[in-house]
Nanobody, 114 residues
Framework: QVQFVESGGGLVQPGGSLRLSCAAA????????MGWYRQAPGNQRELVAS???????FYEESVKGRFTISRDNAGNTLYLQMNSLQVEDTGVYHC????????WGQGTQVTVSS
């Protein structure tokens, strides 16, 4: 049974930092491309960052230089370090695993507000 435990979200002021974690179980983590998606109120879910099995990374343009995605295959955990947070980064952040199948986490809320 595939399970994700996402954590690290919360309320932060503009300019602050958060680190999201996604602990995965029920599939071979190291064989999946992993990603973080964000869904803001009224918007579609969009890809924020992804990392391949070979640790190649992709970032959505607005987060380049501020966010860092990483993975720990030994611990089956995906991370997203978010610095210099902006109000526009607000949303529910979902962990995603993609290979022949596509798995989604429930999400963790990130709110950037003064």
């Amino acid at each position: 049974q595939v399970q994700f435990v996402e954590s690290g979200g919360g309320l932060v002021q503009p300019g602050g930092s958060l680190r999201l974690s996604c602990a995965a179980a029920g599939f071979t983590f190291s064989l999946y491309e992993m990603g973080w998606y964000r869904q803001a109120p009224g918007n579609q879910r969009e890809l924020v960052a992804s990392i391949t099995m070979g640790n190649e990374v992709f970032y959505e343009e607005s987060v380049k230089g501020r966010f860092t995605i990483s993975r720990d295959n030994a611990g089956n955990t995906l991370y997203l370090q978010m610095n210099s947070l902006q109000v526009e980064d607000t949303g529910v952040y979902h962990c995603n695993a993609r290979s022949l199948e596509n798995f989604w986490g429930q999400g963790t809320q990130v709110t950037v507000s003064s």
